[in-house]
């Protein structure tokens, strides 16, 4: 390696200064003739392209409100960047959209329209039974995207803190209880 540097180096300095002079050239003075087309060609001329606009949703702003709050640890009643639980995240980012929910999970699995697993889409919440022990919802995530039937929502979890994380996985599709649409 160290000999293709020093060789490259070599060829650099080289050819930097090695130009030809000529000797005994007379100049000639060089013309440039241009005339004017009289057809038109603008209709060859691509048409400026339109930007795709995006219609942005009131389910893709308040995932984007929730996604700021992504790495916060965990912490049980938490709603600032300080720490966050499940409820809080979910009452936080829609309350910064003006969508009021309620600030538990377990009433909040009391809002809105039940929905089948394969029918939701962005916004929507998942609601789940964490323990065997519990007998009622105690946790909550809400949808940010549908993809290859894979379900992947972001939420507040007790080890790791605001994620994204997938309904495939094992865990949290045992503890999967239903979903519902609030938007």
Not at 8 to 34: D, E, M, Y
Not at 97 to 102: A, F, Y
Request: charged residues 30%.
């Amino acid at each position: 390696m160290r000999k293709i540097l020093i060789l490259f180096s070599i060829f650099l300095l080289a050819s930097c200064g090695a130009s030809k002079k000529r000797k005994s050239q007379t100049r000639q003075p060089r013309t440039v003739s241009v005339s004017a087309s009289t057809k038109d060609d603008s209709s060859k001329l691509p048409s400026p392209r339109k930007p795709k606009t995006i219609k942005r949703t009131k389910a893709d702003d308040i995932i984007k409100s929730a996604l700021q709050y992504s790495g916060v640890r965990y912490k049980f009643g938490g709603t600032t960047k300080k720490g966050m639980d499940c409820s809080g995240l979910l009452y936080v980012a829609f309350g910064e959209n003006d969508v009021d929910l309620p600030r538990t999970s377990y009433h909040m699995a009391e809002e809105g329209k039940n929905i089948k697993i394969k029918d939701v889409e962005k916004g929507d919440l998942l609601f789940f039974r964490t323990s065997r022990r519990a007998k009622r919802i105690n946790h909550v995530g809400m949808v940010v995207a549908v993809e290859n039937n894979e379900v992947k929502f972001v939420h507040a979890s007790t080890s790791r803190g605001v994620i994204v994380s997938s309904l495939r996985e094992g865990y949290w599709n045992s503890a999967f209880v239903k979903a519902t649409r609030v938007l």
